[in-house]
């Protein structure tokens, strides 16, 4: 990871945000309206947006803005980018900023290529000359030097999308506020985004970068700032911060591990779970765990008969419904040993944890000696755990994998295809 | 409170924090900006009516042209306004277009501003930008058509027949003082049309109200002359800063035996009532502008 180019001043002071959205109960749209009943005050109830948000940003850092849905990330972005004001609060910009919230914003489809590219380069803040004299960069990069003089409403989409990200990173400032929207679009073109993306990082720019896709969190950003209902959740370090947003996504203690409520069981009864939990490396019963670490999940039992040689088993399922692991008590312990009525028992099964990072569910079953089917428990969804990650590859598990590169002389990869 | 905060926190900063964001605003401190975004979006406007159409200057040029037009036929060859003999009705035809391209410039700008800043709420959501832009540049496109439309009323002119006169002069302070009357209603409204969306039908009225109730079709002369004896009424029609402004251009311009504002109103001196009228419309426009600007993204 490399570190942000150590400077004395910060590039961004925010000092306490808070915004909030007044929201009419009843808009009155008509001056009409307002005229008949001057007297009626419209109710308005207030949405808070953000609340008291500070945070710095080094020069050079790249900063991520993370956050759900709601959570008051591009309503951040808007704020330290003058779009809408605060309520409270103070922010300091130390250099020249540009923003991005969509690509192409002003567009005109009725002219060429050329007025729209001043004109956007002025919003930008650029100067007429200097936003005529990047024009060439910005038709060069977008490759559109052919169809310049052509009017945007002729232009696919695909050309459009170059234009505008074109226009968009041509802008030579030192502070870049960037939406997510911007890292849309086919693969090839997110390549592109993200090559600009290091880049403008390798070259030093400051760059606040609002986002929900963890990976992009980790790749680039040096710190994050975790937003949960516009209130500051956490700020740091991106891994930090993606393990927590994908706490919060999926909610702190999903299905809280526990008591067992009889419905839905099956079996005779002969034994019962009482409990059953997630647990991570230090033993805490908690409802997500962190990918790479080791983990168990237990099973607390109680014998309503005198068992010989029990077998406990459970079931990991993935929220596609697929089952990813089953571990059996029998293979280890095939002679558990014999329990009398009323007698307790902790199943424990430990394993590091490879699995992929999204929402599992646990299937019990408790079996007399022999087939395992011989069923004397079977819960079905006894509890269900959150694994959290960096990165989400897109296999159902993933393994530590170690991965080599090696040179191969020409002549050795001869006798290797001989 | 959060004043004093701030000032604490930039003295334990030191004066390396950079600029303050303050949010949006009517104005910016960059004058040049302001200047540039106004005149490069009033420009495009302006290239895309020009080179929209085969006949794009010709059609700007045609409106006021064919208003004048159809109104020279009905009222002047038919109901014979303008053709009294009276001393301000020399060169009737010239007054009547000059006050029409006038008057059509007003319109444009305020019309062309009511819905000015809810259109463009895709740039107002998404970019920074002095918000005054958008009524501003309404107003600059608006007028860009007027010079057009003037050097067709300077080519009728002459065709008629009016000689130069050293009063021409006072073109570009007749023009400064409609321009700031045509802003200040332009950003009233534009700013009031975020919030209350029956201003436009209502403005169109209004138009339609100050057309026909200023001096351009029927002369100054011809209401003082049938309003001698309702000097309220009479009051009531000076009210409207349109009277001044085309009546002094119709004698400045066009002929000196039409009355000068001065006369008109009476006295030299009570041009200061219309001058105030104006400034405090512009001042009232600002007000209301500035006061939503901070606020008009989220409004939207």
Not at chain 1, 181 to 192: E, H, N, T
Not at chain 1, 258 to 278: F, K, M, N, S, T
Not at chain 2, 170 to 195: K, Q, R
Request: proline letters at 4%.
């Amino acid at each position: 990871m490399p570190q942000p180019a150590s400077s004395c001043a910060p590039a961004i002071v925010a000092d306490s945000l808070t915004k909030a959205f007044r929201v009419p109960e009843e808009r009155t749209h008509t001056l009409k309206e307002r005229a008949l009943h001057p007297l009626r005050r419209t109710r308005h109830h207030t949405f808070p947006a953000l609340r008291d948000i500070s945070f710095e940003v080094a020069r050079g850092e790249f900063f991520g803005i993370v956050g759900r849905n709601g959570s008051g990330k591009s309503t951040l972005l808007k704020c330290l980018a003058g779009i809408y004001g605060v309520d409270h609060g103070q922010i300091w910009m130390d250099g020249r900023l540009s923003t991005f919230i969509e690509l192409g914003v002003g567009f005109n489809p009725d002219l060429a290529a050329r007025d729209n590219v001043v004109l956007n380069g002025i919003m930008m803040g650029l100067s007429p000359r200097e936003a005529r004299a990047r024009y060439d960069a910005v038709i060069d990069f977008a490759e559109l030097r052919e169809f310049e003089e052509l009017k945007l409403k002729n232009y696919s989409s695909g050309m459009h999308v170059r234009l505008a990200f074109s226009v968009a990173i041509q802008v030579d400032a030192d502070i870049l506020l960037v939406d997510e929207v911007l890292a849309v679009g086919d693969a090839s073109f997110q390549q592109k985004c993200f090559d600009v993306f290091y880049r403008l990082r390798d070259e030093g720019r400051t760059i606040v970068f609002v986002t929900h896709d963890m990976g992009s969190v980790n790749r680039f950003c040096h710190r994050a700032l975790l937003l949960e209902k516009g209130e500051q959740a956490y700020l740091g370090d991106p891994y930090e911060v993606a393990d927590r947003y994908l706490e919060i996504n999926f909610g702190r203690e999903p299905q809280q591990a526990g008591p067992i409520i009889d419905e839905h069981r099956g079996g005779d009864g002969q034994a019962r779970v009482l409990e059953a939990w997630a647990q991570d490396e230090n033993g805490r019963r908690v409802g997500s765990l962190q990918q790479g670490r080791r983990m168990t999940v237990v099973a607390l039992v109680e014998f309503k008969a005198d068992v010989e040689d029990p077998a406990a088993s459970v079931q990991l399922l993935n929220d596609d419904h697929m089952v990813v692991a089953v571990a059996t008590s029998a293979a280890a312990h095939e002679r558990s040993g014999h329990f009398h009525t009323g007698e307790r028992a902790l199943f424990s099964f430990s394993f590091d944890n490879v699995l992929a990072p999204r929402r599992y569910s646990t299937l019990f079953t408790l079996a007399h000696r022999g087939t395992g089917l011989d069923l004397m428990d079977r819960i079905d969804d006894a509890f269900s755990f959150v694994v959290t990650g960096p990165r989400a590859l897109g296999g159902i598990v993933d393994l530590p994998v170690d991965v080599s590169v090696e040179r191969v002389s020409a002549q050795a990869a001869q006798e290797v295809a001989l | 409170m959060s004043y004093q905060v701030a000032e604490l926190e930039t003295s334990a900063y030191g004066s390396s924090l950079g600029h303050p964001i303050r949010g949006p605003r009517a104005l910016s401190d960059d004058w040049s900006r302001f200047w540039h975004l106004t005149y490069n979006i009033a420009r495009n406007e302006f290239k895309l009516k020009f080179f929209g159409s085969i006949l794009g200057y010709l059609w700007q040029v045609m409106r006021p042209l064919l208003l004048f037009g159809v109104l020279y036929v009905f009222f002047v060859v038919i109901g014979h306004v303008g053709k009294g003999g009276k001393p301000g009705e020399t060169a009737y035809g010239v007054q009547l277009l000059g006050s029409i391209v006038l008057f059509t410039f007003f319109s444009e700008a305020t019309t062309g501003a009511v819905r000015s800043v809810v259109d463009r709420e895709n740039l107002v959501r998404k970019i920074q930008f002095p918000r005054l832009v958008i009524p501003m540049s309404v107003c600059l496109l608006s007028f860009f058509n007027l010079v057009m439309n003037l050097i067709v009323v300077l080519i009728f002119a002459l065709i008629s027949g009016i000689q130069p006169m050293l009063s021409w002069i006072e073109l570009p302070l007749i023009l400064t003082l409609l321009i700031v009357l045509s802003t200040g209603v332009a950003m009233l409204l534009s700013a009031m049309f975020v919030s209350f969306r029956d201003i436009q039908p209502i403005w169109d009225v209004l138009t339609q109200v100050l057309f026909y109730s200023s001096p351009v079709i029927i002369p100054v002369e011809t209401v003082r002359d049938k309003l001698l004896h309702e000097p309220l009424l009479w009051h009531i029609y000076l009210l409207n800063p349109l009277v001044t402004i085309f009546q002094q251009f119709r004698h400045a311009m066009v002929t000196h035996a039409a009355l000068s504002a001065g006369q008109t109103l009476g006295s030299w001196a009570d041009l200061l009532a219309p001058l105030g009228i104006v400034a405090a419309i512009f001042l009232l426009g600002f007000w209301v502008f500035n006061r939503s600007a901070p606020h008009v993204a989220e409004n939207l």
